[in-house]
């Protein structure tokens, strides 16, 4: 993998903020302070998070809030359909929750952590897709996007792992943990 990987992660952090319905569980949930989270696994210590509704039975965004009869589609200048500003805030949060790492320390398992790295870049491609054919993403940007998602995704390998030294490694042994996101790991460990 080169540096172009978390660059890539970042890019495709669009993929995960608009899309609907080909995301991982989403947690919500009020910490002691009263700050609201949100992440794709329930805390730790699971004190009353809750999944967040992010589509209702009509497939619009936001629960009822957001139905076709009530809300009309609005569009950005290069023709692709406007996220409602809740959802946006909603989205930030989520990808917040996703560069967070969980602190708890697992061994490198290669077999593992690239299962988990391409099954994410998988969900993000599924996401753009989805994004692309709902309108929410315009084939322009999904075309410069995909392909380096793709080429990340392909130098992912065992082989790379196993001789991963430095941040690399590291990037690998936080992925080896099931509660870790790319966008997180891939923050956290350059390389």
Known sequence: MKSSFLTTSILVCFALLCSTGHAQGVYKWVDAEGKTHYGSQPPLQDKGSEPVKLRNSNNSFGGDNYSAARKPVEYNADGTK??????????????KGLKKVDPTNEPLNCNKAVENV???????LKAGEKNLKDGYLSQANFDVTAPKIRQARSEVTATDCQ????????????MSNDRNHISGCGSKYKF
Not at 82 to 95: F, N, R, S
């Open 82 to 95: 406007k996220i409602p500003k809740d959802v946006q805030e909603l989205g930030a949060g989520i990808v």
């Open 118 to 124: 391409r099954d994410q870049f998988d969900l993000m």
């Open 163 to 174: 001789s991963a030294t430095g941040a690399k490694k590291s990037f690998y042994q936080c």
